[in-house]
């Protein structure tokens, strides 16, 4: 049997409920469908660490953020963790990544276990960005995320007989929004129906929650992500509702307007791997780092275990091996990818990457049942109160029914200090009768069995992956 090839997509930020195979209530994505009419559709992939430098450090080498170091964005990825590709390269793949690394720019944190390889230092531009290289920085003509696509279909040409991994790392669609001209006609304000809980009031929710600054009301940036003055009869609390939904029309637009480039940009790799004779043997996945808060209780960007920004999208074709039109619900993290996409290349993962805590889910994509995959996955975001939306640090369980949380309140594991202005919360969800998570049951009295249970599994899932609980 012949070694697939590997081509894996990932954007920047970009939530499953932005993909119309997932069913968007506010976008058409054709191309990113054709993925999920050709192969299976993942509904329970989640981010063990909602956000963008840890999940690709997780995903590189199937580890949590305590174990591989970049717990932050502040972190920098020091290669003390092998990662698949490095696998894959020693295994006689040809190996690169294009795009996206923010993995730390300089010195010994470029990227390494690649071939060839062309980044956007930290955040990237979408306009004629520049880029680095093994040769040097140079600036490169056009729209960031064709870049990146062109960038990786002539690698894909230039490979002979050895089967190869190409990691597609697109930018977009990360704030700011800056869509290419030829979608700004795309989702016009006033046209983008509203979530359910735009006007979300946190009533029964932590303080955390309260006081994380990224709703649309009042933290987006004006000149950068909004691109046009809040009108005089929109500002004051008096007028906060309105306000809104201005807000939100104007975000979501150029967000969406994004996410159709990189949807056409899908749609032409897909069709030039048709035209290469390269479909049946290449697999091809479509993720995102983490997902995002589309207005959805009144936020923009993600950090919370809360579903939206956890949920990953997830889709994965190979024609050869895997059946098409499927769908996988069991639940599944950016732990495990490493271990799947090396089984599926015949590479154990557990003796290559002897650090890596992942299971491959290849059977599960297969079709195949397995009574002992996990039931639960287990959340840790580290960075606390940092700018600038100042989310305090927690972790979680999410089972398929319920969610435990713990906002505990203290610093980062490195310096760890006490955050004495209030005190921890717990927050316990159900997400099968309240599945967009507005009513906090930690201390519902009739909750408290299931809540010790979570506690329990909680407990450990921290103990199974190495992980430890917070102590004042
Ligand atoms: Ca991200």
Same mark, same amino acid.
């Given at each position: 049997m012949s070694r697939p090839n590997i081509v894996f997509v990932m954007s920047d930020?970009?939530? /499953?409920?932005?993909?119309s195979a997932y069913g968007s209530r506010v976008n058409r994505t054709p191309h990113l469908d054709r993925l999920a009419r050709d192969g299976v559709r993942c509904d329970a992939t989640f981010c063990t660490?909602?956000?963008?430098s840890p999940s690709r450090a997780t995903i590189l080498t199937g580890t949590y953020s305590h174990i591989n170091g970049?717990? %932050?964005?502040?972190?920098?990825?020091?290669? /003390?963790t092998r990662t698949f590709p490095s696998v894959l390269q020693e295994a006689g793949y040809r190996t690169a990544l294009f795009g996206?690394?923010?993995?730390?720019?300089?010195g010994e944190s470029l990227p390494q276990d690649f071939d060839n390889w062309q980044i956007f230092p930290d955040?990237?531009?979408?306009?004629?960005p520049t880029m680095i290289s093994p040769a040097g920085e140079e600036q490169v003509e056009g729209y960031a995320t064709d870049i990146v696509t062109d960038l990786s279909l002539d690698w894909i040409d230039e490979q002979g007989e050895e089967p190869f991994c190409v990691l597609v790392h697109h930018? /977009?669609?990360?704030?700011p929004w800056e869509p290419d001209a030829k979608h700004?006609?795309?989702?016009?304000?006033? %046209?983008i129906p509203e979530p359910a809980?735009?006007?979300?009031?946190?009533?029964?929710?932590?303080r955390a929650v309260r006081e994380a600054?990224?709703?649309?009301?009042?933290?987006?940036?004006?000149?950068?992500?909004?691109?046009?003055p809040v009108p005089a009869?929109?500002?004051?609390e008096e007028n906060r509702e309105a306000r809104i939904r201005w807000v939100y029309q104007r975000y979501l637009r150029d967000y969406l307007q994004c996410v159709q480039s990189i949807d056409d940009n899908v749609g032409r790799l897909l069709d030039h791997l048709d035209q290469r004779g390269l479909t049946d043997n290449t697999i091809v996945v479509y993720t995102s780092d983490q997902g995002f808060f589309l207005?959805?209780?009144g936020w923009y960007d993600k950090r919370f275990i809360y579903d939206q920004s956890l949920q990953m999208p997830l889709m994965i074709r190979w024609p050869e091996h895997l059946p098409a039109g499927e769908r996988c619900g069991e639940i599944l993290t950016n732990v495990d990818f490493a271990a799947t996409l090396l089984e599926a290349c015949g590479l154990d993962a557990d003796a290559e990457l002897p650090q890596q805590q992942g299971r491959s889910f290849l059977p599960l994509l297969r079709g195949e049942a397995d009574?002992?995959?996990?039931?639960s996955m287990y959340y840790r975001y580290w960075?606390?109160? %940092?700018?600038?939306?100042?989310v305090w640090s927690h972790y979680g369980v999410r089972t398929h029914r319920h969610k435990l949380v713990y906002f505990?309140?203290?610093?980062?594991?490195?310096?760890?200090?006490?955050?004495?202005?209030y005190p921890p919360e717990w927050e316990l969800y159900d997400l099968e009768e309240d599945p967009e998570e507005l009513?906090?049951?930690?201390? %519902?009295p009739e909750h408290a069995g299931i809540r010790a249970e979570l506690e329990a599994e909680l407990a450990r899932l921290q103990e199974h992956y190495r992980d430890a609980p917070y102590v004042a």
């Open positions: 930020d970009h939530a /499953a409920h932005a993909i660490n909602s956000i963008c970049v717990d %932050s964005i502040y972190s920098r990825f020091d290669h /003390a996206k690394w923010h993995l730390g720019e300089t955040q990237g531009e979408y306009h004629d930018k /977009a669609p990360h704030r700004r006609d795309l989702y016009p304000a006033g %046209s809980t735009l006007f979300d009031d946190f009533a029964t929710r932590s600054t990224m709703t649309l009301a009042d933290d987006l940036d004006i000149a950068t992500d909004i691109k046009e009869e929109l500002q004051g207005g959805d209780h009574e002992t995959w996990p039931r960075e606390h109160d %940092s700018e600038p939306h100042h505990y309140n203290a610093g980062l594991g490195t310096d760890g200090s006490k955050d004495t202005r009513r906090n049951l930690a201390d %519902s």
